[in-house]
Every structure is written in structure tokens, then in C-alpha cells.
T-cell receptor, first 115, second 114 residues
């Protein structure tokens, strides 16, 4: 049973370009969460999605960031017109259901570098 | 709303020595507590979690943690560390009342020296 998969593992973009980060949850998991990790900081929640629905995007910057989890295919985190401050590790996690006690299973992350 | 404080950003220790990584939390409601480990260039893996019952929780790789409600702490311990335990450790808390998004601490870097 494959774990959470993220690609690409490393992504380099120039300022102003778009970044697309993909996440395939574990088999049987219908809940996806995106987090951002900046150097020497913990994980900051960005968005929580179920298939075709955004449930909670309270951690998403208001501009340039968007996320989707279509009926078919992986979840996508899209960052338009990237700036240097977007450089970070972005982690996706999935869970089979929603409960405060549920373990979230994390992918290996995508490390975004903006030049 | 809840918050998590990991008091030490870095903990250096020699191999086979005991270690304790500290975690304190604040919350207006009852919580679930978690410890995750992150090895270099990898995602987070669950070490252990406290849901209810015994306050001493045993996890993988010989780690354990004790929930202390009066001190609002959930410190992680291991009696004898290995080089392979070198990693970043994150404490997290989620609200029993229904918030499904855990709040993470800033992490503690455990560095095990030979």
C-alpha cells in the first residue's frame, strides 16, 4: 500500500512563474491537508480538502494561492506569480476520515526554491 | 484555540544517553496530543499519540511520552538514543471538541553524537 506521494520533490522557479505541487493521498483516504514549513519553523496549516470540496482554507494566503482536489487525480496546490518568500517545503497529508484523534499520514514534501 | 511550545530548538546528546524533549501546550478544552518525527528530507511520521486512558504512552523506536494535565505538558523521552534518532521532532495538539487541524510546535532538533 503506497504512502502519500508528492511530486515533484524539488521545484525551482523564477520570480513571477507559477508553481504546481501535486499530492496523491494514500489509497482509501479522501481527506487531504496542505502544510507549509519554513526554515526553523513548525508546520503551518494551509488548506483542508475533500474530493471536489474545499473544507477549510483559513491558512491560505488570500492571493496567488489556490488548491483543488478533483474527483479524479491528485490534489494540486498552485502558486501563481511566485516570490522569494514562497520558498519553503510544502507537505501534503491525508487521512481516511475527519476526527481530531486521527493520525495524518504525510508525504515526503516538495521543496520549492524561488530564484 | 490552542498553542504548542517546544522549549528547546536543539538538543545535542551522546549516543546511548537518555533524552527528554519538552512540549507544553495551552488550550481551553481537552486535547489529543501527538509526537511526530521528521528525518532529513522526509515527511513526518507519527511516533505516538495520547487519546485517553493511561498517561504514559509508548510509541515506536523505543520512545515514550507522559501526559501531565496539571502541567499541560507532554514530554517525549527515550532511555538510550542511537545515532539514527537524529531528526526533527514535532509536538502537536488537536482539540477534542472537533477541530480536525492539529497545531504543531516549532520542532526540536535532536542531534546524537557518537
Amino acid at each position: 500500500n503506497a504512502g502519500v506521494m508528492q511530486n515533484p520533490r524539488h521545484l525551482v522557479r523564477r520570480r513571477g512563474q507559477e508553481a504546481r505541487l501535486r499530492c496523491s493521498p494514500m489509497k482509501g483516504h479522501s481527506h487531504v491537508y496542505w502544510y507549509r514549513q519554513l526554515p526553523e519553523e513548525g508546520l503551518k496549516f494551509m488548506v483542508y480538502l475533500q474530493k471536489e470540496n474545499i473544507i477549510d482554507e483559513s491558512g491560505m494566503p488570500k492571493e496567488r494561492f489556490s488548491a483543488e482536489f478533483p474527483k479524479e487525480g491528485p490534489s494540486i496546490l498552485r502558486i501563481q506569480q511566485v516570490v522569494r518568500g514562497d520558498s519553503a517545503a510544502y507537505f501534503c497529508a491525508s487521512s481516511p476520515a475527519t476526527s481530531p484523534s486521527n493520525e495524518q499520514f504525510f508525504g515526503p514534501g516538495t521543496r520549492l526554491t524561488v530564484l | 484555540a490552542q498553542s504548542v511550545t517546544q522549549l528547546d530548538s536543539q538538543v545535542p546528546v551522546f549516543e546511548e544517553a537518555p533524552v527528554e524533549l519538552r512540549c507544553n501546550y495551552s488550550s481551553s478544552v481537552s486535547v489529543y496530543l501527538f509526537w511526530y518525527v521528521q528525518y532529513p528530507n522526509q515527511g513526518l511520521q507519527l511516533l505516538l499519540k495520547y487519546l485517553s486512558g493511561s498517561t504514559l504512552v509508548k510509541g515506536i523506536n523505543g520512545f515514550e511520552a507522559e501526559f501531565n494535565k496539571s502541567q499541560t505538558s507532554f514530554h517525549l523521552r527515550k532511555p538510550s538514543v542511537h545515532i539514527s534518532d537524529t531528526a526533527e521532532y514535532f509536538c502537536a495538539v488537536s482539540d477534542r471538541g472537533g477541530s480536525y487541524i492539529p497545531t504543531f510546535g516549532r520542532g526540536t532538533s535532536l542531534i546524537v553524537h557518537p
